[in-house]
């Protein structure tokens, strides 16, 4: 199982950014897939998450209205547009699959890991 990041960079705060995170997951379609990042020196928070046939999305309050998550069951990616990126948004972020049909925002309930990609906001 594999789950390739990509996306992130440098962006100046209020800019946008969209990751995308390709899963060679045989269960992709029937699996819940999330976002979470991890600043230096910080746990690993949940982001966002959205159920199997995408008719549900959760938000960490920090993100809500500003990142939007979405799915293509069809290319196994899902992915998330960043808006109104700011400073504290800086992270690594990593795309994340959960067997089950039950959304947690605990990271070690969660089943496969992507590597991560690092977003980067300056003021």
């Known amino acids: 199982v594999q789950l390739q990041a990509s996306g992130g960079g440098l962006v100046q705060a209020g800019g946008s950014l969209r990751l995308s995170c390709a899963a060679s997951?045989?269960?992709?379609?029937?699996?819940?897939m999330g976002w979470f990042r991890q600043a230096p020196g910080k746990e690993r928070e949940f982001v966002a998450a959205i159920t199997q046939n995408g008719d549900s999305t959760y938000y960490a309050d920090s993100v809500k209205g500003r990142f939007t998550i979405s799915r293509d069951n069809a290319k196994n990616t899902v992915y998330l547009q960043m808006n109104s990126l700011k400073p504290e948004d800086t992270a690594v972020y990593y795309c994340?699959?959960?067997?089950?049909?039950?959304?947690?925002?605990?990271?070690?309930?969660?089943?496969?890991w992507g590597q991560g990609t690092q977003v980067t906001v300056s003021s």
């Open positions: 994340a699959a959960r067997a089950n049909t039950k959304v947690v925002t605990t990271p070690l309930q969660w089943h496969y």
């Open positions: 997951l045989r269960t992709f379609s029937s699996s819940i």
